[in-house]
């Protein structure tokens, strides 16, 4: 099996981009307020329900208050970017520099580019109220699974998560309920995240924490719930 050898000279100057991407967002982020980070998959078309959702979604929280982060592409990300927009909200994209360049879309006005991952993962997460997942591919599943994990592991005051749509996510749940609940998660690990399907409701859950929040920033969310 082969190893990877590293050049010194070229893993310093990464060292420095990558230094230098945390700084940028750092700098760039910090001043924009309350936030939430909204996710779902690039491929979703404008005429998707899951697409006018998020739209919906992003204005709601936009008109109360809120900067809308997202990965600044197409699909869930434009319509989350242009709900914002349409509020004269702050709209963000975190764009990423990928093989198959990434289109940023025309929606955002607050604009950073990223060439790792993972620095831009944090941005979305250390300046986040809330994190709202839409219907998505592998990228969102990482996203909503680094949330958990955080929350779970007290390695980030608990704010909300919410998935929307109980069509798409509930297999996901029903897998957690039957295959990790009591052998590999506790029955309190099942509250760090809340499944619901209207806009009104995913926005009401992020603004209640903003308005119950305490001075350490730590907030339960009320646990799973599923449409009937």
């Known amino acids: 099996?082969?190893?990877?050898?590293?050049?010194?000279?070229?893993?310093?100057?990464?060292?420095?981009?990558?230094?230098?991407?945390?700084?940028?967002?750092?700098?760039?982020?910090?001043?924009?307020?309350?936030?939430?980070?909204?996710?779902?998959?690039?491929?979703?078309?404008?005429?998707?329900?899951?697409?006018?959702?998020?739209?919906?979604?992003?204005?709601?929280?936009?008109?109360?208050?809120?900067?809308?982060?997202?990965?600044?592409?197409?699909?869930?990300?434009?319509?989350?970017?242009k709900g914002a927009a349409q509020a004269d909200g702050i709209s963000i994209g975190l764009n990423i520099e990928l093989p198959m360049e990434q289109k940023p879309n025309e929606f955002q006005n607050f604009s950073l580019r990223f060439r790792y991952f993972f620095c831009r993962k944090v941005m979305f997460l250390k300046y986040a109220h809330g994190f709202i997942a839409f219907p998505g591919g592998f990228g969102t599943l990482d996203e909503f699974s680094e949330a958990i994990v955080?929350?779970?592991?007290?390695?980030?005051?608990?704010?909300?998560?919410?998935?929307?749509?109980?069509?798409?996510?509930?297999?996901l749940v029903d897998w957690i309920q039957d295959k990790m609940l009591g052998n590999y998660i506790n029955p309190e690990d099942m509250n760090v995240f809340t499944v619901v399907d209207e806009p009104?409701?995913?926005?009401?859950?992020?603004?209640?924490?903003?308005?119950?929040?305490?001075?350490?920033?730590?907030?339960?969310?009320?646990?799973?719930?599923?449409?009937?």
């Open 1 to 81: 099996m082969e190893h990877y050898v590293g050049n010194p000279v070229q893993d310093l100057w990464r060292i420095f981009r990558i230094m230098a991407e945390f700084t940028e967002g750092f700098d760039e982020l910090a001043s924009v307020g309350p936030a939430v980070s909204i996710f779902g998959s690039a491929r979703t078309k404008p005429d998707d329900k899951y697409y006018k959702l998020a739209e919906k979604t992003a204005k709601i929280l936009a008109e109360a208050g809120f900067a809308i982060i997202t990965g600044g592409g197409g699909g869930i990300m434009e319509a989350a970017n």
């Open 150 to 171: 955080l929350i779970q592991t007290l390695k980030q005051a608990s704010f909300p998560v919410v998935l929307v749509g109980s069509d798409y996510w509930g297999g």
């Open 200 to 228: 009104a409701e995913a926005a009401k859950i992020i603004i209640d924490y903003k308005q119950a929040r305490g001075p350490g920033g730590m907030f339960l969310p009320s646990g799973v719930r599923r449409q009937s």
